[in-house]
């Protein structure tokens, strides 16, 4: 199957005319198949699809991975035809950003500033603003994400419902290795040492989900989490967090949560070696 590449936003626009509703997955690039899943989902709603691939400058901080981040746009496009991908937009900067973005979104900092948005000053208001922008750009119908973001995914909903922008924001539950581990760009960072330890970090999420079941205090949680967090440490990691919360709102569980069995996702994010890793278990 061929798929049609553009780079600029009049070629993009240009082809967009040729269909009147779209779905759009925005992409970093260096694809593996939880993108792919993310394609497969979009074409579920009988749309033509256009990914984007952008490596996205605003959501990096100084001392992150924006100038060592893999692009592989030839095999990326390759794959792209491969599951069916109507259109392929993947601008260079200069085209996304043709004068200094002063303008910016700037997400709520109740959800923002907590988790990766604690541990990453900055990321989320360049996530906002780099989606909001491709919103503009494709205007979509639908928008489809991966659940591995999960923080990310609340907030792209938050803002969706706030402007109420005229696309419907679908998730897809996380794609994973045979051995638990999260598919992410950044795994090919992982020595093969490393590598074998990633699957860790899914399984201090479920030991944590399983243990949380018995907390009747919010105290007492964190008790738990904190253990979490040692144990990982234990084993060569450097956590940022490993934490239970809300799924509504991101929130920390109160007593009052705990009792009625609220909704909740444990959520991680640590460092093993140079390679800092995320990942999820709704409970």
Known sequence: MQIHTVHTLTELRAALRQHPRWALVPTMGNLHAGHLGLIARARQENVPVVASIFVNRLQFGPNEDFDRYPRTL???????????????????????????????????????????????PGHFEGVATVVMKLFQMVQPAYAVFGKKDYQQLLLIRRMVEQFALPVTIIGLDTVRAEDGLALSSRNGYLTPEERAQAPQLQAALHALAAEARSATAAEQLH???????????QHGWTPDYITLRRRADLLPLTAQDLHQGTPAVVLGAARLGRTRLIDNVEC
């Open 74 to 120: 030839q095999r990326d496009t390759e794959l792209l035809a491969e599951v069916g991908s109507t259109l392929l937009f993947a601008p260079d900067e200069a085209e996304m950003y043709p004068q200094p973005q002063t303008f910016r979104v700037l997400p709520d900092p109740a959800l923002s500033g907590i988790l990766d948005g604690a541990a990453r």
């Open 223 to 233: 008790q738990m989490e904190q253990q979490a967090m040692t144990r990982l440490a």
